[in-house]
C-alpha cells in the first residue's frame, strides 16, 4: 500500500479523573524527524511514544502532541485527611487533659482545618496507561489517514504511468514513418544542391542517419522502468525513495529520447514525457 506522508489524527476519550487528547500530524520530510510534547506529568511514557512512532512511521516530519486535563471534583467529593485528623485529635485530647476549662476541637472545627479535607489522589500510573492505550487508535486512525492519501497519490501516478505508455507507444509506431519522411527528405535535399552520390553512399548516409534516430532501446527502458514503477507501486514497504530513483531513471530515457529526436514530432512528445515524470515526481515528494 502506498503511504503518504502528510496526514493528521486526533483522538479525545474521557476518564474518571478527567479528559486525555493526543493530536499526530506530518509532513514529508527525508528521515523520520518525531516532534514528542507531553506534560511533565506523563514524560514518563515519552519513551514508549518515540517506540510506537518508529514502529508506524518511517519517514516524515511528525508532531505528536498530548494534552489532558483534570476533572473538576464535585463539593462534597473530599477525603478527610486522616493523618492530619488523628494528630489534631490527640493534640486536642492533650490539651483538654492539662487544661479541664478548654473545650476539645470538634468535629466542626476539625473540618475546618486547612488540609482537613482533600481531594482524592490521581492514579498517575492508570493516568500513563490510558495515555498509551488511546496513543495506539491515534496511531491507527493516523496510518488509515495515510493510507486513503496515499491511495490517492497511486491514482495519480498510475494516470500519468498510463499516458506515458500511451506516447511511448505512439513514437514506437510512428518511428518507420519518421524514418523514411525523414531519408526522402535528405535525398530532396541532395537534389535541390545537385549533388549526385554513390547508391552506396546515399545508402551510408541513409543509415548512419537511421542509426543516429533509433530509439528503439530508449522505448524498451522506459517501459522497464514504467514496469518497475508498478510493480513498486503494490508492494508493502517504505517507496518514496525508490520512486524518486525510478523518476530519475525515466527523466534520463526522455532526455536522450529529445536528443535523437530528427523531427519536431519526437520532440514535441519527449516535451510531453518530462512534464508527465516531472508532475509524478513532484507526488512522489509525498509519498513515504
Request: glycine share 4%; net charge negative; hydrophobic share 40%.
Amino acid at each position: 500500500m502506498v503511504a503518504s506522508m502528510t496526514a493528521f489524527a486526533r483522538r479525545q476519550a474521557e476518564y474518571d479523573w478527567g479528559t486525555l487528547v493526543w493530536e499526530i500530524r506530518s509532513v514529508n520530510h527525508r528521515y523520520l524527524e518525531p516532534g514528542i510534547r507531553i506534560p511533565d506529568m506523563l514524560k514518563p511514557i515519552e519513551p514508549a511514544v518515540r517506540d510506537a512512532l518508529r514502529k508506524s512511521i518511517s519517514r516524515g516530519k511528525v508532531d505528536c502532541q498530548l494534552r489532558f486535563q483534570i476533572r473538576q471534583k464535585d463539593a462534597g467529593n473530599e477525603e478527610l485527611n486522616l493523618t492530619l485528623v488523628k494528630k489534631l485529635t490527640q493534640l486536642s485530647q492533650q490539651v483538654t487533659a492539662l487544661n479541664a476549662a478548654s473545650a476539645p476541637l470538634s468535629a466542626a472545627d476539625i473540618l475546618r482545618w486547612p488540609g482537613a479535607l482533600q481531594e482524592q489522589e490521581i492514579d498517575t500510573d492508570a493516568m500513563q496507561g490510558d495515555a498509551l492505550v488511546l496513543l495506539a487508535d491515534t496511531l491507527n486512525d493516523f496510518t488509515a489517514s495515510r493510507l486513503r492519501e496515499g491511495d490517492e497519490l497511486r491514482q495519480m501516478i498510475q494516470q500519468r504511468l498510463n499516458g506515458i505508455r500511451v506516447i511511448v507507444q505512439s513514437v514506437r509506431e510512428r518511428l518507420p514513418h519518421i524514418l523514411a519522411k525523414q531519408q526522402e527528405a535528405t535525398r530532396a535535399k541532395l537534389a535541390a544542391f545537385r549533388i549526385e552520390l554513390e547508391p552506396s553512399r546515399l545508402e551510408q548516409e541513409v543509415v548512419l542517419l537511421a542509426q543516429k534516430s533509433d530509439v528503439d532501446e530508449e522505448l524498451d527502458r522506459l517501459n522497464t522502468h514504467l514496469t518497475e514503477v508498478e510493480r513498486v507501486l503494490g508492494t508493502d514497504e517504505p517507496i518514496g525513495r525508490r520512486l524518486d530513483f525510478l523518476m530519475q531513471e525515466l527523466n534520463r530515457e526522455a532526455n536522450t529520447l529529445s536528443s535523437k529526436s530528427i523531427v519536431a514530432e519526437t520532440t514535441l512528445n519527449a516535451v510531453e514525457l518530462k512534464v508527465l515524470i516531472e508532475q509524478m515526481r513532484e507526488q512522489i515528494q509525498n509519498i513515504e
